[in-house]
């Protein structure tokens, strides 16, 4: 309706301009006249194509890693699909894609039109998520799929999906329309006047429609939620509640790993190594994480239990509900189908079953993802062997014993002063000084600082919502001013805590490295890991003000003449103090840490050069993308050293001894899987 309204306001406006023009140019034919009427006419036009342009636009859903399957090709897959076609009570899909992610979706190419004529849709299946699923978990996750056509808020909420996307392409998008409009304004004249008057209106129509689309926006997620929950209840009504349960619940876990492998794979596809099997290599990375997670892996699943989910010693204090998400948590869809009990045969053989040939179809997908990613490049044959020794390889780079409790984790340690700590002696022995009480006062710590700057976003209106939960209860924006009071004050007694739990480590380390005589080493350790602390500190701080830029930077899709140049000039500051981070670095130390070759000559490059790539007189896109990407570069290596350096600490601290507590301890640290 506000959309209409506002079609209807510019058809009028249209129709007034145009007998306005006219009669203008009939009353007193002259040069001025035909000017100026043929500007009030253009005004009106303008305006009305402008409201109405989109509405046209076909919004294709295309992605070149889909591969079409016939049913010739997997009948027992199509029968399958038929079959939860009938329990769900709709319609067989168009056609059925593959594609390597793990998801599962139905989609149709839609426009203004599809609101009033049937549009067939397509189905969507992301082998990742097969590779994860038994044959009733996918049939559960498929069940979902379908369940929201089965709904009658989908037709509404088409509508208002459909006019969410004219009114963002309104908002956001400048085409060749605004170009032509511009480039009038810029002619001057008369006809320029009424040009410029256009865009002036059309910049003000697209505020008004901003705000519009953000109050339809927020409603419609909320919409959104309301569909998951239906939806879900129909899955639990085909599939049972145990079978969807622990669908979601792999999904989330199977994505997780999914990246993991895909970020794997890239790196070694820098070395010209290519996998013919990516979901082979998904089993592993799925395996891998899961008894890094200390979970129970049964015929290469991960069995994910309540205890897996509570995932973090202390949770947030700060509770925000999300207006603008699509999808409900985990933990809200769980609680949802819990309203229900539904027992349903589960079947629990691999989902790969239901297809023909599934190696096959395996490796074809991997290849069109290797041919999409990496069109020019030739590769040799990843074997299963190499991909996981290279995964163990990664994971275990940085990865710090289990004996400590996660005492090192997450956080920076606490700039201490070794020479006055070296002549002090505890009685605490290891147990004591890595207790799991001490890991989850530390972990407290962290948490609240996080917490404290949600508080700070939520007074400053950066988070917009009127009411948050603290501690389980209930809080207006304005009280957030006296909990960040309170908050603060914690947070200094703990931070006390914790610069205790730390000195008393480094004292205990000390007196263990006395005893071996390497006193000295261990010192040298923690001075080389303050001293990176402090070089990703500042790369930290200088991550956050390009982040903040670059904010700014897309927060408009066209920017004025000055506005220009202050990019370019703020640009180009921010690049100086790049270079002047770069100077005092040890840049032989960071490139060591830079495993791309072609990464490390360009970091050389940059740093040995005296050129900068932005300009002071104008903003240079490409110099913008350069810039970035060193950063980027810099931030890696850092991370990189700073994992390693930490690593190195804790691995000679735990070489010290050889006996703890009455445990024989090696002299090489045991393996971590």
């Known amino acids: 309706m506000f959309y209409i309204i506002l079609v209807v306001l510019a058809g009028g406006i249209m129709f007034l301009s145009v007998w306005a023009g006219?009669?203008?140019?009939?009353?007193?034919?002259?040069?001025?006249?035909?000017?100026?009427?043929?500007?009030?006419?253009?005004?009106?036009?303008?305006l009305f194509i402008f409201l109405f342009k989109f509405i046209f636009s076909k919004n294709r859903n295309d992605n070149p890693l889909r591969i079409e399957v016939k049913e010739s090709e997997h009948p027992e897959l199509f029968a399958f699909i038929r079959n939860l076609n009938n329990d769900t009570k709709t319609k067989f899909p168009k056609k059925i894609f593959l594609s390597p992610e793990v998801n599962?979706?139905?989609?149709?190419?839609?426009?203004?039109?599809?609101?009033?004529?049937?549009?067939?849709?397509?189905?969507?299946?992301?082998?990742?998520?097969?590779n994860t699923l038994s044959i009733s978990e996918l049939k559960a996750a498929l069940a979902h799929e379908f369940g929201h056509f089965s709904q009658r808020s989908m037709k509404i909420g088409s509508y208002i999906y459909t006019v969410n996307r004219v009114i963002y392409n309104l908002v956001y998008d400048y085409d060749n329309w605004d170009n032509a409009l511009h480039g009038w304004a810029q002619t001057g004249g008369v006809f320029g006047f009424f040009a410029g008057i256009t865009f002036w209106l059309v910049e003000r129509v697209r505020g008004l429609l901003k705000i519009a689309y953000n109050l339809i926006n927020i409603n419609y997620m909320k919409l959104s939620r309301e569909?998951?929950?239906?939806?879900?209840?129909?899955?639990?009504?085909?599939?049972?509640?145990?079978?969807?349960?622990?669908?979601l619940r792999k999904l989330e876990f199977s994505a997780f790993s999914y990246n993991y492998t895909t970020t794997y794979l890239n790196s070694l596809a820098s070395e010209s190594k290519a996998s013919s099997?990516?979901?082979?290599?998904?089993?592993?990375?799925?395996?891998?994480?899961a008894i890094q997670n200390k979970m129970t892996v049964k015929d290469g699943f991960p069995i994910i239990t309540d205890k897996n989910l509570e995932n973090s010693i202390v949770k947030s204090r700060v509770n925000i509900k999300d207006q603008w998400a699509s999808h409900p948590t985990l933990k809200e869809r769980e609680n949802n189908i819990s309203q229900v009990n539904i027992e349903a045969e589960v079947n629990e053989r691999s989902a790969w079953?239901?297809?023909?040939?599934?190696?096959?179809?395996?490796?074809?997908?991997?290849?069109?993802?290797?041919?999409v990613g990496f069109p020019d490049i030739e590769f040799t044959d990843l074997n299963q062997e190499e991909y996981q020794n290279f995964v163990q390889h990664e994971i275990n780079k940085y990865k710090i014993s289990e004996d400590y409790n996660g005492f090192y984790e997450g956080r920076y340690l606490s700039q201490l002063n070794i020479e006055a700590l070296i002549a002090l002696t505890t009685t605490q022995s290891f147990d004591e000084v890595y207790s799991m009480e001490t890991v989850e006062s530390i972990k407290r710590l962290e948490s609240n600082k996080i917490d404290l700057e949600i508080?700070?976003?939520?007074?400053?209106?950066?988070?917009?919502?009127?009411?948050?939960?603290?501690?389980?209860?209930?809080?207006?924006?304005?009280?957030?001013?006296?909990?960040?009071?309170?908050?603060?004050?914690?947070?200094?007694?703990?931070?006390?805590?914790?610069?205790?739990?730390?000195?008393?480590?480094?004292?205990?380390?000390?007196?263990?490295?006395?005893?071996a005589n390497k006193q000295k080493e261990l010192e040298q350790l923690y001075y080389n890991y303050f001293n990176v602390t402090g070089i990703i500190k500042s790369?930290?701080?200088?991550?956050s003000n390009f982040e903040n830029f670059t904010k700014k930077l897309y927060s408009q899709t066209r920017w004025t003449d000055d506005g220009i140049k202050q990019l370019a000039a703020e640009l180009s500051s921010f690049e100086k103090q790049f270079k002047d981070f770069l100077k005092v670095q040890d840049i032989e130390k960071l490139l060591l840490n830079i495993n791309s070759e072609e990464n490390r000559e360009l970091l050389k490059s940059y740093n040995s050069s005296v050129?900068?790539?932005?300009?002071?007189?104008f903003f240079d896109e490409q110099a913008f993308l350069s810039i970035s990407n060193l950063i980027n570069i810099t931030s890696q290596a850092i991370g990189a050293w700073y994992g390693s350096s930490l690593k190195k600490l804790t691995d000679f601290q735990l070489n010290l001894y050889t006996h703890r507590e009455g445990n024989l301890k090696g002299d090489s640290i045991p393996q971590q899987l």
């Open 104 to 130: 599962a979706m139905v989609f149709y190419n839609s426009s203004f039109w599809s609101l009033f004529f049937p549009v067939k849709k397509n189905l969507e299946i992301g082998l990742g998520l097969v």
């Open 455 to 515: 508080l700070k976003q939520i007074v400053l209106k950066q988070i917009p919502t009127k009411y948050f939960e603290f501690d389980n209860k209930k809080y207006k924006r304005k009280e957030a001013n006296s909990l960040i009071i309170s908050l603060k004050k914690e947070i200094e007694e703990e931070e006390v805590f914790v610069i205790n739990a730390d000195k008393n480590a480094f004292i205990y380390n000390y007196q263990r490295a006395l005893h």
């Open 22 to 46: 006219i009669s203008l140019i009939t009353a007193k034919p002259s040069f001025i006249t035909l000017a100026a009427g043929a500007g009030i006419i253009v005004f009106g036009l303008m």
């Open 611 to 617: 050129n900068y790539h932005s300009k002071i007189s």
């Open 539 to 543: 790369i930290d701080k200088l991550n």
């Open 227 to 247: 569909m998951e929950y239906h939806a879900d209840l129909m899955a639990v009504s085909v599939s049972g509640n145990k079978s969807f349960r622990d669908a």
């Open 353 to 371: 079953e239901i297809f023909t040939d599934a190696d096959s179809i395996k490796k074809d997908v991997t290849q069109n993802l290797y041919r």
């Open 277 to 289: 099997d990516i979901y082979s290599n998904h089993s592993y990375t799925t395996s891998f994480l």
